[in-house]
């Protein structure tokens, strides 16, 4: 398929996040009524409604560099996600004034959340340091990414019904008020709410073919590493339904439900790791990501890792260790790009 000449692509980035903008706004409220609707909670909801539905650009646009067969691209783009993903959590931090959203947002949940990231994220690794081994034209360690997922889901919501560890609640925990329209005597019916989410999904992944042409098309343009426009660069366009949503969960006093979303976002990221896989059909995604992968990878793992123990810690100041570290590893991983590129 013909590469978008570099003006094109420039303009539809620029067009694509006003679509994704538009669009996270109202995948927001739709997803935090069916959430309380389907009993799933803020956290659980947040994962699996809210993590899987504003991942669409990003997932789309791995796929789109899959199947252009640009392993570095597919690749970068959600663990790119990922880590942009928490910096957002940092920057809502930051916005927050009333306190520390990580100590606000008591949720066992999203600890476990976090672990389950971590775990995923090793799996890649391994892959990288055994090329080759395949299954087809695919890595074998790729088809355990799914598997854990799954069982982490069980995780949580065995979690849910039987937790054996309770979060301390504080004055800074915001509790959840529901709007009682939202109970379903009136406003929209759950099966409108469904169509609505499944409708403002496809428009966004819609925008995420959109956005990985266009991504390729930079990258040709420019001469830069793929690896590099797909962990900074597109990334940071697909990846704002997630920031809309953080800002508007936040502003809506649902703190729970916004840092539920970014880490369940983030496992859901992890598993478009194995769909590039399978769509990149020139062998193991990891053989052919080359060296700017690793290098992500290994700076995302240490971002969660620091979100982790933030969520434990639940620091009281206005913003935490975990605030600072983020932006300071994000910012530091980029930099190892550009030095060891």
């Not at 669009?23 to 739709?30: D, E, I, P, Q, S």
């Not at 991942?55 to 790119?80: I, Y």
């Not at 469904?194 to 403002?200: D, K």
Request: glycine share 14%; charged share 10%.
């Amino acid at each position: 398929m013909t590469t978008w000449p570099l003006g094109p692509s420039v303009f539809a980035l620029g067009a694509m996040a006003l679509v994704i903008v538009v669009a996270g706004v109202r995948l927001t409220r739709t997803a935090d009524i069916l959430a309380e609707r389907t009993g799933l909670g803020d956290a659980l909801g947040g994962a699996l409604l809210l993590g899987a539905v504003t991942s669409l650009p990003g997932n789309v646009t791995v796929l789109t560099g899959a199947l252009e067969g640009d392993a570095g691209f597919a690749l970068s783009n959600p663990v790119g996600g990922i880590a942009l993903q928490t910096v957002w959590l940092a920057i809502a931090d930051l916005l927050y004034r009333r306190g520390n959203i990580e100590r606000a947002a008591a949720s066992l949940q999203n600890v476990l959340q976090a672990v389950i990231l971590l775990a995923l994220l090793a799996i890649p690794v391994i892959g990288y340091a055994t090329p080759a081994l395949t299954l087809g034209w695919i890595h074998p360690l790729t088809v355990l990414i799914p598997v854990f997922y799954g069982y982490g889901l069980v995780l949580l919501r065995r979690m849910q019904r039987e937790p054996m560890w309770q979060p301390t609640r504080t004055a800074d925990t915001e509790e959840r008020q529901d709007d009682p329209a939202d109970e379903g005597g009136s406003g929209p019916t759950t099966r409108r709410l469904w169509a609505s989410l499944a409708v403002l999904g496809l428009g966004t992944g819609v925008a995420g073919w959109v956005v990985g042409r266009a991504g390729l098309g930079v990258v040709a343009g420019t001469g830069l590493d793929s690896g590099l426009v797909g962990f900074t660069l597109t990334t940071a366009i697909s990846s704002l339904p997630e920031l809309v949503v953080l800002l508007t969960a936040v502003r809506m006093g649902q703190l729970t439900l916004g840092v539920g979303n970014i880490i369940g976002g983030n496992v859901y990221d992890v598993l478009m790791i194995a769909i590039a896989d399978v769509a990149y059909l020139d062998g193991p995604l990891y053989r052919d990501a080359g060296p700017t992968s690793l290098v992500l990878l290994g700076g995302t793992m240490l971002m969660t890792a620091v979100l982790a123990g933030g969520l434990l810690m639940r620091d009281r100041k206005w913003i935490g260790f975990e605030g600072v570290s983020i932006f300071l590893i994000y910012g530091g991983t980029v930099a190892l790009l550009f030095v060891g590129g």
